[in-house]
């Protein structure tokens, strides 16, 4: 043992990592989740996705946070997990 | 390290004397008298050779008096079994005779004389004391510091700092630093973002003594820390957000006196440990409990100075408008902190007005341009104003909720001024607004006010605020946990 020691400042929580899932080859069938979180604009961007995802024989749903500024609620994580394979954020203005 | 067994007493009569005390070195006769009459274990904290001609053990290491909680020697003991059945402190004639059965005792001497202190709670020791027996209530890792490394670059490295070099959380350290609070140190205090991990005492008066507090700041920090993270206050959205902008602490009560805060010349400024280290201990808390970092959860575009610490005491005492926590529904006189998601102040320079009216006008065409002009309802704001600006609304009999009102009548817009477009200016409110006749600044409660700041200057601050509400963060004020 060194002559100081000191205590653990930070959380000491173990990482749970989880593997992504694979890139899948085609979103043609797929249901894709789009996450709205309330900026300004998101829509605008959201809405030409949802045409191009369409276009591609994926199908969409939409979803929405309550606030930009909070972290989605668990539920809508959950229900987004259940309903779609792939999911896709608008995250700017 | 585990913690040292308690040593057992021996049955029979229990002293504990040092040579130092002069009560002790008074009953020496009486001790001499005991050891005749009844089985009696001395035991002497200084001198091994103390007390002359009654035998005595060492307490060399202090054990025997740390673990039998010995404040004050002389202190007599009845040992029944194992068992502590009675105990006296310093010299009471009359306690003595009834504890060691014997009488009489000490009929030369006066009847009473106050004992002196233990050395076992020498506030030089006891830290250390505490550490050495009491290890085993601090959960934290150890990490033991290399003999060739620099502790203060080690935790650099590791990414524990905020920038200053913080102090290393020995565990004597975090021992004296826990003897601010009456709560255990493995009380969970709240979930802090954004890795959502449970923080508790001990982890919370670590980053106290990093940050540099003294004892008697870890209640405000704790209370920091619990309102930073409920989802009113929405620390998470805080330190994620692009804006400027950090919890700010204003600390209201006697208390923020008794530790020794500023309030006065400078307030918002450095130079004060109360002041500089308890916001800093809440930001040590959310980077290295929370894991919020920059470049990683908090995006700040810029960020600002008030990121690193942002806290200060209003002048409650002398404030000619009452305070911001009373505003809050805290009980005058109640310690307490009001927690605000707000960038660095900005100056009001107004030398000239000596009518309120005027002055509140000044106030107000400031407060209009926070963040933008034509940006309102969406930000609240405090404004800190000093004695010179307070003495104008004063002397004209103004209280709190007319200085309120009175800036907030200049801080009305219509909406077609503000709508996008607006001046020439895309940023704006949509376009739905433009039928509104009068859109305020600020929403209901959203102007707050604290009185703070000292010596010449006709000048107020302001301190902006971040997403307002529901949406964004609302301002918390909860009464300090001791």
């Given at each position: 043992m060194g002559s100081r020691t000191i205590l653990d400042p930070t959380g000491e929580r173990t990482v749970a990592?989880?593997?992504?899932?694979?890139?899948?080859?085609?979103?043609e069938g797929l249901t894709v989740g789009l996450?709205?979180?309330?900026?300004?604009?998101?829509?605008?961007?959201?809405?030409?996705?949802?045409?191009?995802?369409?276009g591609v024989g994926a199908s969409v749903k939409r979803y929405r946070k309550p606030t930009f500024a909070k972290p989605a609620p668990v539920?809508?994580?959950?229900?987004?997990?259940?309903e779609c394979q792939v999911v896709i954020e608008a995250l700017a203005d | 390290m585990p913690a040292d067994a308690a040593p057992a007493l021996p049955d029979g009569i229990v002293v504990v004397v040092k040579d130092e005390c002069a009560t002790c070195r008074t009953v020496v006769p009486v001790l001499a008298h005991l050891a005749d009459s009844v089985p009696l274990t001395v035991y002497t904290q200084d001198d091994p050779a103390f007390p002359d001609g009654v035998p005595s053990l060492h307490d060399d290491d202090l054990a025997v008096s740390w673990h039998h909680h010995i404040e004050t020697v002389p202190t007599v003991i009845r040992v029944v079994d194992g068992v502590e059945a009675d105990r006296t402190v310093g010299w009471h004639r009359d306690e003595w005779e009834r504890i060691t059965g014997v009488a009489p005792l000490g009929p030369d001497l006066p009847a009473m004389r106050p004992g002196c202190g233990s050395m076992s709670v020498d506030p030089d020791r006891v830290a250390e004391l505490d550490v050495r027996f009491g290890a085993s209530v601090l959960a934290s890792r150890r990490i033991d510091v290399a003999d060739a490394e620099d502790d203060i670059e080690m935790m650099y490295t590791r990414g524990w700092t905020d920038g200053f070099p913080v102090v290393p959380p020995t565990e004597e350290r975090v021992m004296r630093m826990l003897a601010g609070t009456s709560r255990a140190p493995s009380d969970v205090v709240a979930t802090v973002p954004p890795d959502l991990v449970d923080v508790t005492v001990e982890k919370v008066a670590i980053a106290a003594v990093m940050a540099g507090c003294l004892p008697e700041y870890l209640p405000w920090v704790l209370t920091a820390v619990e309102t930073a993270c409920t989802d009113e206050?929405?620390?998470?959205?805080?330190l994620a957000t692009t804006m400027p902008v950090g919890p700010v602490i204003v600390c209201s009560g006697p208390g923020t006196r008794a530790i020794g805060m500023n309030s006065g010349g400078n307030a918002l400024g450095q130079g004060n440990r109360a002041n500089s280290t308890i916001g800093r201990a809440l930001q040590l808390v959310v980077r290295n409990v929370g894991g919020g970092r920059p470049g990683e959860v908090d995006r700040a575009t810029h960020g600002g100075p008030?990121?690193?610490?942002?806290?200060?005491?209003e002048n409650d005492a002398e404030s000619p408008y009452g305070s911001l926590a009373v505003e809050h529904g805290i009980e005058p006189g109640v310690d307490a902190i009001t927690l605000f998601a707000g960038e660095g102040p900005r100056c009001v320079v107004d030398q000239l007005s000596r009518e309120p009216e005027s002055l509140a006008r000044s106030l107000a065409a400031a407060l209009q341009a926070l963040h933008h002009p034509k940006l309102v309802m969406a930000f609240d704001a405090i404004l800190v104003m000093g004695p010179e600006h307070a003495r104008v609304f004063a002397d004209a009999g103004w209280g709190r909720d007319q200085i309120v009102a009175g800036i907030m009548a200049h801080?009305?817009?219509?909406?077609?001024?503000?709508?996008?477009?607006?001046?020439?200016?895309?940023?704006?409110?949509?376009?739905?607004?433009?039928?509104?006749?009068?859109?305020?600044?600020?929403?209901?409660?959203?102007?707050?006010?604290?009185?703070?700041?000292?010596?010449a200057g006709l000048f107020s601050e302001i301190i902006g605020g971040w997403v307002n509400g529901d949406t964004g963060s609302k301002p918390v004020t909860r009464a300090v946990t001791y």
């Open positions: 990592e989880r593997a992504r899932c694979a890139r899948p080859a085609s979103l996450l709205d979180i309330s900026k300004p604009r998101g829509d605008v961007f959201l809405n030409r996705l949802e045409e191009r995802l369409t539920d809508l994580r959950h229900q987004i997990a259940t | 206050f929405n620390m998470h959205g805080l008030g990121k690193v610490s942002f806290c200060f005491a801080l009305s817009r219509p909406g077609t001024d503000l709508v996008r477009g607006a001046d020439g200016i895309a940023e704006g409110l949509p376009e739905a607004f433009a039928d509104v006749p009068a859109l305020p600044k600020f929403r209901d409660g959203g102007l707050m006010l604290t009185y703070a700041g000292g010596g």
